[in-house]
């Protein structure tokens, strides 16, 4: 691994090395390029992109709750409109107790106004619970929408996206976006709560002295700028530390979880793997430290600068006050209302950041789920799509191919080949010749990158995918270990039909795990997850007699079983290999395996090198042509071969193309 250090090296090397080497994860991104330069934009496109964002998170709440959105919406417009309404009130009351007259007098004529300022201030409060309950409610249903509109996508899109590295990144961002949205929309709703606020003084401070308005404002935009500058900052060095938090996470899984624990204390990888986290910790906290100086500085100044500002406000008032421009209650109302305005102001700019920040947060989400549309399956063409209910007899491959992305060369090479309803045939070939992307193309999982497959001479572009797929069953080499119930584990084979116990148990003995499941603590019942209590494990070869009884389970027209028996014992081999035979006669079964003695029964064997199709044939026909296939089985079949003793070394057979 050139990029790594080694554990053991001395600290002074290792330095060395971190000096020398930078990993890959590390380097900078195509996609950073893109978002640094928006996220670098200044307070002019800061301020146009508002309210584009306020309007999306309307749109985003509106489409979650339509009756807590207007709730909030009446409530904010409430409270601004009562602001106005109490800063008059309290004017009139001041106006009222500074003229001249007895006491009694004075109070009583400010009465009026006096109720006037407490209805106003219990309505406001009003308000401000109603909005703050509709706003609490608001929250889980954004967060369900959103989110489940994520994994709706996560769950559609074609296997090839999670092929490219830049999809990784997007999803993560993306994942990061929608929760933000509920910020967005809180945000959202609390600025305009704010800018109400903000108005309803300023019509009040207007009414007052215009001069007033701008003293206003020259005591709170420092702030406002010194807030939004640091929301951008903190948003830049998100965005530049995408792929740095995927590396992290990926490190901490390795170093706390349960799969990676055996080989990481066997192999002795502690000291490696706590050396790749310094490294990106290193660059992380380099990173944050220099954001938390250049945010403190922002801030610091914008508080000076307010402040300042804040003062002139005040003199300006003393000076209008002494030229007798404006009376003492004028003057006094002035007062309530600079402060007012600061607090609203406050909240306003606050919130600025939080929607201006959340809001690009939230364009990941939406970039993505646009980006991702390109990774969708094509759409189905309608109702008239609706498939009859018809077998599939029959499987062509015409000179199909595929070419991973960032590959020179192709997986598979315009293989060409036809499979008849009854037929049982296996993909031989060595590591990396191809097998398994043939079968997930002929399973519809990837699209080829040329050629063409039908099913029952149909393209497979002109079938409904969902129909195709319920008629095909597919054990892959890699499957997953779900953490449900073993009954749940063998169920979600065919998970449409909800099969009762009957048939998971009927399934669980064709692929010999009936007895397995039975011994269990639990029986069918057993949750097969260590990290919950309770839970269990099972061994690989357990584990396998569960994949395949989810296979077995749906009456599949075609079934794919990719390296099923690579960790059975030879009894539950042989089994599975009966119950795979079962199938011989009626329905398409394509088999792939390196024990090729299991193949032998196959009617016909197909052979790949390279990605391509080198030879076709029966098992004798394979035998007696002596091609790779027979080069193959021999040197396998040696391997049993007990005539051949230490002292006799077994003869290499020779390669042939
Ligand atoms: N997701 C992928 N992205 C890029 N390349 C891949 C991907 N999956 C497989 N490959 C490459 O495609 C080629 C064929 O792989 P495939 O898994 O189809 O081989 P196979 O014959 O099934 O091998 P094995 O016998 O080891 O299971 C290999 O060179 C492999 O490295």
């Known amino acids: 691994m050139p990029t790594t250090g080694h554990p053991d090296r001395t600290p002074a090397s290792a330095d060395a090395g971190r000096r020398d080497s930078v990993l890959p994860e590390l380097r900078e991104m195509w996609w950073e390029t893109g978002v640094r330069a928006r996220a670098q934009a200044g307070l002019f496109a800061v301020f146009s992109e508002l309210p584009r964002l306020v309007w999306s998170a309307l749109v985003v709440s509106w489409r979650a709750d339509r009756l ?10 409430g409270a601004g409109v009562m602001a106005a309404f109490g800063l008059l009130a309290a004017q009139r009351v001041l106006v009222e107790l500074f003229a001249g007259g007895p006491t009694a007098d004075k ?35 954004v967060d369900r929408e959103v989110e489940r509109g994520l994994f709706e996508v996560t769950t559609a899109v074609r296997l090839e996206a999670f092929d490219a590295d830049a999809f990784a990144d997007d999803m993560e961002r993306a994942s990061r976006g929608a929760d933000s949205t509920t910020g967005l929309v809180q945000a959202s709703m609390n600025l305009l709560a704010g800018l109400a606020g903000v108005l309803a003084v300023a019509v009040a401070v207007v009414v007052v002295h215009p001069l007033l308005l701008l003293a206003l404002l020259v005591a709170t935009v420092p702030n406002g700028w010194a807030s939004l500058r640091a929301g951008h900052l903190r948003y830049r060095t998100y965005a530049a530390g995408s792929v740095r938090r995927r590396r992290l996470w990926l490190l901490h899984r390795l170093m706390a979880e349960r799969d990676s624990a055996p080989e990481l204390r066997s192999y002795g990888l502690r000291g490696f793997l706590l050396d790749q986290y310094d490294r990106v910790m290193s660059v992380e906290t380099g990173i944050q430290l220099a954001l938390a100086r250049r945010v403190t500085t922002t801030t610091t100044v914008g508080a000076m600068i307010g402040g300042i500002a804040t003062a002139v406000v005040y003199v300006l008032l003393g000076l209008l006050l002494i030229d007798g421009q404006i ?11 600079v402060q007012s305005a600061q607090r609203s102001l406050a909240v306003v700019t606050f919130q600025i950041d939080r929607v201006y920040t959340e809001g690009q947060h939230f364009r990941d989400y939406t970039g993505f789920m646009s980006r991702a549309v390109d990774y969708l399956p094509s759409p189905s063409a309608g109702p008239g799509r609706t498939e009859p209910r018809q077998r599939l007899q029959q499987l062509t491959v015409e000179a199909v191919s595929l070419r991973y992305p960032d590959r020179d060369t192709a997986a598979v090479d315009e293989v060409s080949l036809s499979i008849e309803a009854g037929q049982t045939v296996a993909f031989v070939g060595e590591n990396g010749s191809g097998k398994s992307t043939l079968a997930t193309m002929i399973a519809t999982l990837r699209t080829p990158t040329g050629g063409t497959i039908r099913y029952n001479g149909r393209p497979t572009e002109d079938w409904d995918t969902d129909t195709l797929r319920a008629r095909i069953a597919v054990v892959t080499q890699e499957y997953h270990k779900w953490p449900f119930t073993a009954a749940t584990n063998i169920a979600i084979g065919d998970i449409t039909t909800t099969p009762g116990q009957d048939r998971i148990e009927a399934a669980a003995a064709r692929a010999v795990a009936h007895d397995m499941i039975t011994d269990l603590p639990h029986g069918y019942e057993t949750l097969l997850d260590r990290t919950f209590a309770g839970g269990q494990d099972l061994s690989g070869g357990q584990w ?3 994949t395949a009884a989810r296979g077995f389970l749906r009456d599949a027209d075609v079934l794919i079983m990719d390296e099923p028996s690579s960790a059975l014992d030879p009894r539950a081999e042989d089994a599975l290999f009966q119950g795979i035979r079962d199938r011989q006669g009626h329905a ?19 052979v790949l090198h390279h990605g391509r199709l080198v030879e076709a044939g029966t098992h004798d026909e394979l035998m007696t042509s002596g091609g790779r296939y027979a080069d193959l089985f021999t040197l396998q079949a040696a391997g049993y071969d007990t005539t051949h003793t230490s002292a006799a070394p077994m003869p290499r057979q020779p390669a042939s193309a």
Do not use: E, F, W
Not at 109 to 135: F, S
Not at 588 to 606: C, E, F, G, Q, S
């Open 544 to 546: 396998q007699r569960i």
């Open 107 to 141: 109070v009583l004529a400010a009465l009026p106004a006096l109720v006037a300022l407490a209805a106003v201030t219990a309505l406001r409060a009003g308000a401000a619970a109603a909005m703050g309950y509709a706003q609490n409610g608001l929250t889980p249903k």
């Open 327 to 337: 009376p003492l209650a004028a003057a006094a109302t002035c007062v309530i209302a």
């Open 68 to 77: 807590r959105t207007s709730i909030v919406a009446s409530t904010t417009v």
């Open 588 to 606: 398409i079964t394509i088999l792939i395996t390196h024990r090729l003695a299991n193949v032998r029964h196959a009617d016909r064997i197909y």
